[in-house]
């Protein structure tokens, strides 16, 4: 079992283009999130997902945008990417079905470098 | 507003105890959750509290007082692999998790 996995590992990307970053999980959880992590500061919920055909924005949503057109899938879009998005960022589900405050599993990240 | 304050760095050596503080103020409360980081990984889960009081689980353990806006997570017998980052992160009224910035630990043979 694979658990969450994301890609790319990593990516540099000029300032203005578009970029999908990709994230599947094989544990059937309903709930999936994005968050960038920076330097010194907390991880920031971009946007989530409760369960499949639904999504939610988070704290930092401006700038990206995501789908959940199933359970496994859920695509993180920069659609126009600008330096202030170099990040980390983490994709995380839970299952939920047991309450909303179910544990998060993470993925392993993707840094991401906009010049 | 939300807030979350944890100490930004401890170093502790080999084989002792380390007591890692948390304070929080969030728009309601449904549990608080730690997780540990290492350098360059994804967060890995740790313990969730949701009621006041110690919970151990092996060589970690976390406390939680609900009225004082307080938690702490208390590792024993220290590890060299127990260096890493570790994040408080209270769930709030609409069920999300309000993470810290975190603490880095840093342990000394």
């Known amino acids: 079992i694979a658990g969450i996995t994301q890609a790319p590992t990593s990516q540099i990307l000029a300032a203005g283009r578009r970029m999908t970053l990709r994230c599947t999980q094989d544990?059937?959880?309903?709930?999936m999130y994005w968050y960038r992590q920076d330097l010194g500061l907390g991880l920031r919920l971009i946007h989530y997902?409760?369960?499949?055909?639904?999504?939610g924005k988070g704290e930092v949503p401006d700038g990206y945008s995501v789908s959940r057109a199933n359970t496994d899938d859920f695509p993180l879009t920069l659609a126009s990417a600008v330096p202030s998005q170099t990040s980390v960022y983490f994709c995380?589900?839970?299952?939920?079905?047991?309450?909303?405050?179910?544990?998060?599993?993470f993925g392993p990240g993707t840094r991401l470098t906009v010049l | 507003g939300q807030n979350i304050d944890q100490p930004t760095e401890m170093t502790a050596t080999e084989g002792a105890i380390v007591q890692i503080n948390c304070t929080y103020q969030?728009?309601?409360?449904?549990?608080l959750f730690w997780y540990q980081q290492h350098a360059g990984e994804a967060p890995t889960f740790l313990s969730y509290?949701?009621l006041d009081g110690l919970e151990e689980k092996g060589r970690f353990s976390s406390f939680l007082s609900r009225s004082k806006g307080y938690s702490y997570l208390l590792l024993k017998e220290l590890q060299m692999k127990d260096s890493a980052s570790y994040l408080c992160?209270?769930?709030?009224?609409?069920?999300?998790?309000?993470w810290g910035a975190g603490t880095k630990l840093i342990i000394k043979p």
């Open positions: 997902s409760n369960t499949a055909g639904t999504t």
């Open positions: 995380a589900s839970s299952d939920s079905s047991g309450g909303p405050t179910d544990t998060q599993y």
């Open positions: 969030t728009s309601g409360f449904n549990g």
């Open positions: 992160a209270p769930v709030d009224s609409n069920y999300q998790l309000i």
């Open positions: 509290n949701v």
């Open positions: 544990m059937r959880h309903n709930a």
